[in-house]
């Protein structure tokens, strides 16, 4: 099993500061015939479902706003918000899609400073 | 728009089975690439996969799970069924089903499954 490592756990972030967390995988994600990392980032807030943010390590989904930008390619990668908001309070997590399961990081929260 | 359902008790007892049922709408199971998958979320913490069923019928499982899930799907009612035997009170968690295309798109609201006697 590949196995997502999230640092930090925890984040606080002053309004209007970049806010970076980190991703890492046991193995590499990157499917070399395709050059595409299989690489997920969600959102999640209380009481709600995750709700995807980037995949393929850098595509941002419809509708999610440009402050959040995904990088990173194999084994290490980055999620991005460039000027935090309020509403941006959340648990973060990480997903691999390359092989089953499709592990999970165990989360990162991110808190207003 | 799609949408996904979860539905199934919301009270089982321990070495109960545990049947859960994913409705969709929005998208076809039977479109090349496309799948549906279980998650679940023990609360307070973080997101575990559990299942995943193809468009082609291609069936995948937590192999730490694997001898006690079973998922199917009925494409022409666009169900997805997960289930789960020998359930235990760590079991207990919020039951998701979730459509991946790229990534898991779309997520059900979730369905919270208490396990007590």
């Known amino acids: 099993d590949i196995v997502m490592t999230q640092s930090p756990d925890s984040l606080a972030v002053s309004l209007g500061e970049r806010a970076t967390i980190n991703c890492r995988s046991s193995?590499?994600?990157?499917?070399?015939?395709?050059?595409?990392?299989?690489l997920a980032w969600y959102q999640q807030k209380p009481g709600q479902p995750p709700k995807l943010l980037v995949y393929?390590?850098?595509t941002r989904e419809s509708g999610v706003p440009d402050r959040f930008s995904g990088s990173g390619s194999g084994t290490d990668f980055t999620l991005t918000i460039s000027s935090l908001q309020a509403e941006d309070v959340a648990v973060y997590y990480c997903?691999?899609?390359?092989?089953?399961?499709?592990?999970f990081g165990q989360g990162t929260k991110l808190e207003i400073k | 728009q799609i949408t996904l359902e979860e539905s199934g008790p919301t009270l089982v007892k321990p070495t109960q089975t545990l049947t859960l049922t994913c409705t969709f709408s929005?998208?076809?199971?039977?479109?090349?690439?496309?799948?549906v998958g279980w998650i679940r979320q023990p609360p307070g913490k973080a997101l575990e996969w559990l299942a995943l069923?193809?468009?082609?019928?291609?069936?995948r499982y937590s192999p730490s799970l694997k001898s006690r899930l079973t998922i199917t799907k009925d494409t022409s009612k666009n169900q997805v069924v997960l289930t789960m035997t020998n359930m235990d009170p760590v079991d207990t968690a919020t039951y998701y089903c979730?459509?991946?295309?790229?990534?898991?798109?779309?997520w059900g609201q979730g369905t919270l499954v208490t396990v007590s006697s």
């Open positions: 979730a459509h991946k295309a790229d990534g898991y798109n779309d």
């Open positions: 929005g998208f076809s199971l039977s479109t090349t690439g496309v799948g």
């Open positions: 069923i193809y468009w082609n019928d291609d069936k």
């Open positions: 193995q590499s994600v990157l499917y070399i015939s395709n050059n595409n990392n299989y």
């Open positions: 393929w390590a850098s």
């Open positions: 997903q691999q899609y390359y092989t089953t399961p499709h592990s």
